[in-house]
């Protein structure tokens, strides 16, 4: 028989025992059926031999009741007479009666033998038996000339005897009503008369399934089914008890598999719903920090719109046209730096590559800090810029590198109105090395612990009470996007500790060598 493949490539040890107990069960259910309906058979057929045994020696005991009635008629012609013509009959009909005789203890009276003398009917141990009987009662004795044979005795008055009757005790039963396997022992007053084929006294090979003994017609005799030790269970049976538990157990495997498939799918599509909603969510998550940004990003031309505005109006207040006419043209750059910061956020949200332009850093920083200098005089601190000697060109978006710039010294001003350093200070140095060129930004204020520069380039994370956590990892973006890099750096690797203990940011950006822009800008 094939095995089904989910054993063969799969065959697990609670598969192996699964199929062990299952097979248990399964034998042990048939076992147990198979038992039950043996001893019902066991039960019937004791039943059925009982019965017909009764019905045979109810017989024995109704013919010798009519040969006893015809024992007293003699024939006066000298013919058999009628006792012995209905004996002959009985004996032609019963095979199992072999033998019939009329035994007169009257020496006077004539022995009506009616077949050659038989000497165990005339034994003294017939005579013994038939003494203490009554007429017309009966008894039996074992036959000790003919093995498997018995004596049927009944005492007559008339003439004064016995009737005796030899019966063969295998012939009690017919021939086919034992089932094969099967065998049948009679004993009588504790001596056997029969035995089932090839075995001796004892019944060691055979088992008992029936025992009765026969009582009420002269014939005590102790009846005994006995039957060979056979196996419940053949071979047949258990292969197919094997097979059936095979066949339950791979059906219970695959029962077990598609739940588990079924289940996997249901947790599939749950994942994909959970996935959903979480994109969903990140989606509004994404358009609030878009706008984050853009507000943040908005603020700073606001403010310094604000700001030239009101020194226009005093400069018109105070007559004083060329302060006019620059806080006008300052607030001209700001709106113009304003729409290129729109501009900019729609190309970082359609993921479009930034314009680079081949600048001068040097005059980047120094437009730059001309927009500052304002805050700084007003919070009483101090910029020091130190341009490289070199000239240090660079590709990058000039919006976004002045952005970068404006947001790194806005926050140290910020840092340093808080703080109570004596003589605050900024400093921005330029240095070139290599084919790179870097900006350091740094303070004398109270700078950054440990713990929180883990987490300062984290969206959303400030230490600030209005802060949205949106400057410093937006900087890192726009010049990683212009092919650069913003980093941190700890006041013992920024240089001479004792003058600027604050904080210290790094700006890197490759030199332009070429006469024409990067190829592929990073987007």
Request: hydrophobic share 45%.
């Amino acid at each position: 028989m094939p095995v089904p493949r989910i054993f063969v490539s799969s065959a697990k040890p609670w598969l192996v025992l699964a199929w062990l107990l299952v097979f248990l069960l399964t034998s042990g259910f048939q076992w147990w059926q198979e038992r039950t309906e043996q001893q019902l058979q066991q039960l019937q057929l004791t039943e059925a031999v009982q019965r017909q045994m009764l019905e045979k020696i109810a017989q024995h005991k109704a013919h010798l009741t009519a040969l006893a009635t015809l024992a007293p008629l003699q024939n006066p012609n000298g013919q058999p007479t009628a006792m012995w013509q209905v004996a002959r009959s009985i004996e032609l009909m019963y095979p199992r009666i072999e033998r019939i005789e009329l035994v007169a203890t009257d020496p006077s009276a004539q022995s009506d033998a009616l077949s050659p003398t038989s000497d165990d009917c005339r034994s003294p141990a017939a005579a013994r038996t038939v003494a203490p009987l009554r007429p017309g009662e009966s008894d039996s004795l074992p036959d000790s000339a003919q093995r498997g044979r018995y004596l049927l005795l009944k005492k007559i008055a008339a003439p004064v005897g016995w009737l005796c009757m030899r019966i063969d005790s295998a012939h009690l039963l017919e021939a086919d009503t034992l089932p094969p396997h099967t065998g049948l022992r009679i004993d009588l007053d504790g001596q056997p008369l029969l035995q089932p084929q090839g075995q001796s006294t004892d019944t060691h090979t055979y088992q008992p399934i029936g025992r009765f003994t026969l009582q009420g017609y002269g014939q005590p005799l102790q009846v005994q089914l006995l039957t060979q030790a056979q196996p419940l269970l053949g071979w047949p049976r258990l292969l197919l008890s094997a097979a059936l538990s095979l066949l339950l157990v791979w059906l219970g495997a695959l029962v077990w598999k598609s739940r588990q498939q079924a289940r996997r799918h249901l947790q599939r599509a749950q994942l994909l719903a959970n996935e959903a909603q979480l994109a969903h969510a990140s989606r509004v998550n994404g358009m609030g920090e878009m706008a984050s940004g853009i507000a943040h990003e908005l603020a700073q031309p606001v403010t310094a719109l604000l700001s030239q505005s009101q020194a226009a109006l005093r400069a018109q207040e105070l007559g004083k046209s060329e302060l006019l006419t620059s806080a006008l043209q300052a607030n001209v750059r700001e709106a113009r730096r304003a729409g290129a910061i729109l501009g900019r956020m729609r190309s970082y949200i359609s993921n479009t590559p930034s314009q680079a332009q081949r600048l001068d850093l040097s005059q980047a920083v120094a437009q730059t800090l001309l927009l500052l200098e304002g805050p700084a005089r007003e919070a009483g601190v101090q910029l020091l810029w130190e341009p490289a000697q070199a000239d240090c060109s660079v590709w990058a978006d000039p919006v976004a590198l002045e952005q970068v710039l404006h947001n790194l010294v806005r926050n140290a001003l910020e840092a340093l109105s808080q703080s109570s350093v004596d003589e605050p200070a900024i400093q921005i140095a330029q240095r070139a090395d290599g084919q790179q060129v870097s900006l350091m930004v740094r303070d004398n204020g109270p700078g950054i612990d440990a713990a929180t520069a883990q987490h300062i380039f984290d969206p959303f994370f400030t230490t600030k009470s209005g802060g949205m956590g949106l400057g410093l990892p937006l900087c890192a973006t726009l010049m990683e996007r212009m092919g650069g890099q913003l980093q941190y750096l700890p006041p013992a690797s920024a240089g001479p500790s004792t003058a600027w203990p604050g904080a210290c940011f790094v700006l890197t950006l490759p030199l332009a060598t070429t006469g024409s822009a990067p190829e592929n800008p990073i987007p």
